[in-house]
């Protein structure tokens, strides 16, 4: 079992920048073989998968967030990142991390991102 858990998610003006951290509770040999994810789900809306970064480092992302958005990565910390630049607010949701490998899918409580003047 992984446990993740989100944090740096809040209130910011349109063009602004925040930082989602996604901590997860799993030794560093566990967790450097997952694939991590940063989804998003908007009221009313389907969850969207936002991001990916492998276990090798490569990097996915949806075509919204292209040039805005920047995955990483940490296996020392086992933590992931999501930098967020030149926020819209058709970006606000609740941002969810994801933990998958094989079979196995595990989920953050999420944090909400809120993008309004």
């Known amino acids: 079992q992984v446990q993740l858990v989100e944090s740096g998610g809040g209130l910011v003006q349109p063009g602004g920048s925040l930082r989602l951290s996604c901590a997860a509770a799993?030794?560093?040999?566990?967790?450097?073989?997952?694939?991590m994810n940063w989804y998003r789900q908007a009221p009313g809306k389907p969850r969207e998968l936002v991001a990916t970064i492998t276990s090798g480092g490569n990097i996915n992302y949806v075509d919204s967030v292209k040039g805005r958005f920047n995955i990483s990565r940490d296996n020392a910390k086992t933590t992931v990142y999501l930098q967020m630049s030149s926020l819209k607010p058709e970006d606000t949701a609740v941002y969810y991390c994801n933990a998958a490998r094989l079979t196995m899918n595990y989920w953050g409580q999420g944090t909400q991102v809120t993008v309004s003047s």
């Open positions: 799993a030794s560093r040999s566990i967790f450097r073989t997952y694939t």
